[in-house]
T-cell receptor
């Protein structure tokens, strides 16, 4: 079992829909990261969380430390949101990545 | 403000050769970390440097090594290249001033033939 599990693996939605991507982890962490990777490889760090909730524009990230679970929400989704979203956790001396969720927003 | 710069962007090498990749962090960032991304394994942590010292290391063979210079620029070296080393190699820099959030470079795509 992977230490960081994401769901769903793939998600296709219509423009305007509310999107939720989930991340569960099994290790003790100091922080959780949400990353966005567009075709071509460039990675953008969206959020770094250690508790609670953060919002940036149409993106919201939440984390529940007790349940070892985090969610990334996208409101009013747009085709430019199409990308791979990766959850990663900082554990002691390393960072562990989930396999990513491939999101495709249809116009 | 310049971002994280990785050079070269693309590289083709032959099995058995060695390769050196470079990463220049954002000015003022003292922590540089390296990652390997392959279709099969996804993103994996290679190592992290802070103030010229390797702080952490992932589960990679000794053929993978790195170093950091006094200006925080970092290099990673892979010796005796294998076909399986073909991957996108990413580096990221971070700073306590950004609460240790990461800024990634665009990566170096290495193909071993």
């Amino acid at each position: 079992k992977n230490e960081v599990e994401q769901s769903p693996q793939n998600l296709t939605a219509q423009e305007g829909e509310f999107i939720t991507i989930n991340c569960s982890y099994s290790v003790g962490i100091s922080a959780l990261h949400w990353l966005q990777q567009h075709p071509g490889g460039g990675i953008v760090s969206l959020f770094m969380l250690s508790s609670g909730k953060k919002k940036h524009g149409r993106l919201i990230a939440t984390i529940n430390i007790q349940e070892k679970h985090s969610s990334l929400h996208i409101t009013a989704s747009h085709p430019r949101d199409s990308a791979v979203y990766i959850c990663a956790v900082s554990e002691a001396d390393k960072i562990i990545f989930g396999k990513g969720t491939r999101l495709h927003i249809l116009p | 403000k310049a971002g994280v710069t990785q050079t070269p962007r693309y590289l083709i090498k032959t099995r058995g050769q060695q390769v050196t990749l470079s990463c220049s962090p954002i000015s003022g960032h003292r922590s540089v970390s390296w990652y390997q991304q392959t279709p099969g394994q996804g993103l994996q942590f290679l190592f992290e440097y802070f103030s010229e010292t390797q702080r952490n290391k992932g589960n990679f063979p000794g053929r993978f090594s790195g170093r950091q210079f006094s200006n925080s620029r970092s290099e990673m070296n892979v010796s005796t290249l294998e076909l399986g080393d073909s991957a996108l190699y990413l580096c990221a820099s971070s700073s306590y001033r950004t609460n240790y959030g990461y800024t990634f470079g665009s990566g170096t795509r290495l193909t071993v033939v």
